[in-house]
């Protein structure tokens, strides 16, 4: 019987963003949620995975929300 597959921030992360394409993910929104303090660091991990994500920064505020824009070939 094998283990079952314990979800990252990363895989949390992805499915966030799958399930609100219009709003994104902010790096508030990862730490109450997921307790990702480094959502940056998640999302490079997600790009370099193939995944194409957008950022935007949000005006006066300091900081980015993140899009996933299409799933790259895995």
Same mark, same amino acid.
């Given at each position: 019987? @094998?283990? &079952? /597959?314990?979800?990252?921030?990363?895989?949390?992360?992805?499915?966030? %963003? =799958? @399930?609100? &394409? /219009?709003?994104?993910?902010?790096?508030?929104?990862?730490?109450?949620? %997921? =307790?990702?303090?480094?959502?940056?660091?998640?999302?490079?991990?997600?790009?370099?995975?193939?995944?194409?994500?957008?950022?935007?920064?949000?005006?006066?505020?300091?900081?980015?929300?993140?899009?996933?824009?299409?799933?790259?070939?895995?």
């Amino acid at each position: 019987m @094998a283990a &079952p /597959k314990i979800e990252t921030q990363c895989d949390q992360i992805l499915r966030y %963003m =799958q @399930a609100h &394409p /219009k709003t994104g993910i902010s790096p508030i929104e990862a730490m109450y949620l %997921m =307790q990702c303090m480094r959502l940056s660091a998640r999302i490079w991990d997600l790009r370099h995975k193939g995944f194409a994500i957008r950022s935007e920064v949000v005006e006066g505020k300091g900081y980015c929300r993140y899009f996933l824009e299409e799933e790259a070939e895995q």
